[in-house]
């Protein structure tokens, strides 16, 4: 089933053209990669943020719990390497979830990592 296999883990879906070992069926002249995924109600998943990266995450339906912060449907937030407490992970866990397009009850989310400009962005978490 095409639908399962977005479930309860990250999909890459774009990534840099300099990005050789990816798995992206999309690639870009830019440096930054986009994913997406499907949570089940109480599944976890984890954000890698690496030393020199950030990302913003976008709730597209249901809610998650990023870190100490719920994303409800339609909420954002950019997430930085202070984000996860320095350790380089940050928990990401489906708090509501929502009858999808296919039918399912998931929390749909939407992650774009990038280069890390310090003093650049929202500062949301």
């Known amino acids: 089933d095409e639908a399962m296999r977005w479930k309860n883990q990250w999909q ?19 440096d930054c990669n986009a994913y997406s995924s499907e949570l089940e109600m109480g599944k976890t998943i ?8 950030m990302a913003y995450m976008i709730a597209l339906e249901g809610s998650v719990k990023v870190g100490d912060v719920v994303l409800e449907r339609h909420d954002a937030a950019e997430i930085t390497p202070l984000s996860s407490g320095g350790n380089g992970v940050l928990d990401v866990t489906s708090v509501a979830v929502e009858k999808a397009e296919h039918g399912k009850d998931v929390a749909h989310v939407l992650l774009f990592e990038m280069q890390h400009v310090p003093g650049a962005g929202r500062g949301d978490l």
Do not use: C, F, M
Request: hydrophobic content about 30%; overall charge negative; glycine content about 8%.
């Open 46 to 53: 984890t954000v890698p943020v690496s030393e020199g990266r």
């Open 12 to 30: 890459h879906l774009v990534s840099s053209v300099d990005n050789k070992g990816t798995e992206a069926t999309v690639q870009i002249n830019q």
